[in-house]
């Protein structure tokens, strides 16, 4: 029996909506996929367009976990700056996955438009958001280093960022023109089907309850049936279910509320280009508007947990302290994600054995990264390629239960006592 989808926006609306069989029987593959989101479905995707032999098992429905409550903006790159990447990684190995993950715009909008997937694609950028001196400081540094690799980005002085937001709660705003917003359930709905046309093999409710290597090919088994595949790739990054390796990272939450279509003419005012929005602060809020003019407003904290209401609340008081013209709108959908942190905000890579590898730990960077490294173990797989950063063994990550409280704990302490000061109003925004 599949498990419901959760009652996000995204499940609400997608285009994209269909369902497949759960595995029955004893299959063969090249590649088995483990894991039905962004980097599962890409390399299923990218294995069948050149004609290899891959059989892709979800435990629920494709986009079940992360993919399937993402913000949906379409990052160029991590959160982690690309200075910062390359001096974790090394610069030979950090300059190649930051030219990687630059590029990941370009592929997810390229794969919309070829397989003419319907997800609300805008491709007019982003808009990083400096919500104190601090945070506009952090963001002049960040334009620099993205200067330096000639990216298109500009800096916007707080005049600008309150003409493109609606909002003069900032002081400034980096904008990236590479980036874009999508509905991410739909994206990932619509890639699984494109796969499917290629000739992948994709099953829903079919967790994974044993793996194994047996000479020279895997045995995974799972609800119904089993597949043998010559290579595995894991991709279940925050969801990963009993019967697949754990993955190390340190499990947090966000959340999201979406409001009632606005009326026009505050369409007119917020967000009227079409940027998808996310602040400075260190616990971070996003903004954006999907295709029918609902706000949709996120932040780090967990809806399921103790602090719910602490985080409602703070939701209603902080958008009206962004956006004084919405007082009144009501919020109408509510939702939850894990996101897959890891210690060091980069993604990984790492072996489980011979001709096995798992991927994980976007830190809430989904969508671009997700299929960049989705194409790279379809790569991989046919030895065409490879990884933009090094495939490493197992490497723990210490107290991540401790963490993952923390980060919560934190959200929660933030949201109980902040945005308790509205941002005086401009007029001629709200008018």
């Not at 390229?110 to 506009?136: K, M, Y």
Request: with cysteine.
């Amino acid at each position: 029996m599949l498990t419901a989808a959760p009652d996000s926006l995204w499940f609400r609306t997608t285009s994209e909506s269909r369902s497949w069989p759960a595995l029955e029987g004893d299959v063969s593959a090249d590649v088995v996929v483990i894991g039905g989101g962004f980097t599962g479905v890409s390399a299923a995707y990218h294995l069948a367009a050149r004609g290899v032999s891959v059989v892709l098992l979800e435990a629920r429905t494709i986009g079940f976990g992360g993919s399937g409550r993402n913000v949906g903006l379409v990052n160029a790159g991590l959160w982690t700056p690309p200075d910062a990447v390359e001096a974790k990684l090394g610069q030979a190995d950090g300059s190649a996955l930051n030219a990687a993950l630059a590029q990941g715009p370009d592929l997810v909008f390229d794969l919309i438009r070829t397989n003419q997937i319907r997800c609300e694609a805008v491709r007019n950028g982003t808009l990083h958001c400096a919500h104190s001196a601090a945070g506009l400081r952090d963001l002049q540094a960040r334009h620099a280093q993205q200067i330096a690799r000639s990216a298109p980005v500009r800096l916007l002085d707080a005049a600008e960022t309150a003409r493109r937001t609606g909002s003069a709660a900032f002081h400034g705003a980096l904008w990236d023109g590479r980036a874009g917003t999508i509905q991410p359930l739909a994206y990932v709905q619509g890639l699984a089907r494109a796969a499917e046309l290629r000739g992948a093999r994709i099953h829903e409710g079919s967790a994974v309850t044993a793996m194994r290597r047996a000479g020279d090919h895997w045995h995974v088994l799972a609800a119904g049936g089993s597949v043998r595949a010559a290579r595995l790739i894991q991709a279940t990054n925050a969801y990963v279910t009993e019967g697949v390796p754990d993955n190390p990272i340190i499990p947090t939450h966000f959340f999201q509320l979406a409001t009632a279509p606005l009326p026009v003419r505050l369409r007119r005012a917020i967000l009227a280009g079409g940027e998808g929005c996310w602040d400075t602060a260190l616990i971070m809020s996003s903004f954006r508007l999907d295709a029918a003019g609902r706000m949709i407003f996120g932040a780090l904290g967990n809806l399921d947990g103790t602090g719910a209401q602490a985080h409602r609340r703070w939701a209603r008081r902080k958008l009206r302290a962004l956006f004084p013209q919405l007082s009144g709108i009501p919020f109408e959908c509510a939702w939850t994600g894990r996101i897959a942190m890891t210690s060091t905000y980069l993604p990984r890579v790492q072996s489980l054995g011979e001709g096995a590898v798992t991927l994980f730990g976007y830190s809430g960077r989904g969508i671009g990264p997700g299929t960049v490294l989705g194409r790279a173990a379809a790569d991989w797989a046919t030895d065409t390629g490879g990884f933009p950063m090094p495939v490493t063994p197992p490497i723990p990550e210490a107290r991540a239960a401790l963490k993952a409280a923390w980060y919560e704990t934190g959200a929660v302490l933030t949201h109980l006592t902040g945005a308790r000061l509205p941002v005086r109003p401009n007029k001629s925004l709200s008018q």
